[in-house]
């Protein structure tokens, strides 16, 4: 049985990288299984998406835990633990970055055992999220390290996911980049074997934390009081930065705060908004809505940069 795990961020397309790979299995006869997991997060939120693909009836169910392939569609994840991008993998695993670091340099970072292969990433955009068709990018590469989809099965694939979108120049784009990664991948052709079959003698449970029972009021599945997510920093989610230039502001604060759909922007005493950046996830809202435009996004890696270069010695 294959096992192919997608790792992405909200609006990257795994999902739909999941179902172009599922279906590619599926047009070559094999029994397949593709899904989604993702929470109710908004744009830039960590998700995974699987594929498990096999000759014979697939009787496993749930996530992946041991994949033979993992692709990971946006590399600053890898330095997520919650992400889960290495969660899972052996000497046999196959690693696929889609990245602008090259593949030696990320066996090393990793210290990987298993093979590291790389996606070159467009150059032309800065925020990952805006690379175009990385999904299908990441589907097409899949389908040829597998070994086993063949190149006409795989544009079936990408036509028959996306033809209900209204426009067709995206489509054809779509599957130009798809096929490309595809040929792209062509030296490395069949480099993922299938996994073992997991046997139900040789599990081994999961190493769960005992949490101690707690009063309805803070563990119900209701919310009774505001804050409760204070301590979740979704702020590592974000991979742009809104910056307000406090010289250009207004300070029609009612407009950036009221629209923020984290509700990430206090305002001071003085109506000028501040950014709680532990909790603002990056989606750019406020950028949009900001009247005098005085709100302006900063790839993060600029903004460390820059936070380092104004700490004190």
Known sequence: MFRVRFHGRGGQGMKTASRILGTAFFLEGYEVQDAPRYGAERRGAPIFAFVRASRKPINERGIIQQADLVIVADDSLIAVPAAGVLSGVTADTVLLIYSDTDAQTWTSRLNFAGEV????????????????????????????????????????????????????????????????????????????????????????????????????????????????????????????RPVIDYQRCNRCWWVCSTFCPDGAINVTAGNYPQIDYDHCKGCMVCVTQCPPHAISSVPETEAAKQIMEEAPA
């Open 117 to 240: 292969l790389v996606l070159p990433a467009e150059q032309a955009n800065v925020d990952p999220l805006q690379h175009h068709f990385v999904g299908t990018g990441c589907a097409g590469a899949a389908a040829q390290l597998l070994g086993v989809i063949s190149r006409e099965h795989l544009q079936q694939a990408i036509e028959q996911e996306l033809a209900n979108h209204h426009r067709r120049i995206i489509v054809d784009k779509n599957i130009e980049y798809g096929l490309q990664a595809f040929d792209g991948m062509q030296a490395h052709k069949g480099c993922v074997k299938q996994g073992h079959p997991i046997s139900v003698t040789d599990y081994q449970a999961p190493d769960w934390m005992n949490l101690p029972f707690e009063t309805a009021r803070l563990a119900a599945p209701a919310i009774h009081v505001a804050v409760t997510s204070k301590l979740a920093n979704t702020g590592l989610w974000r991979t742009m």
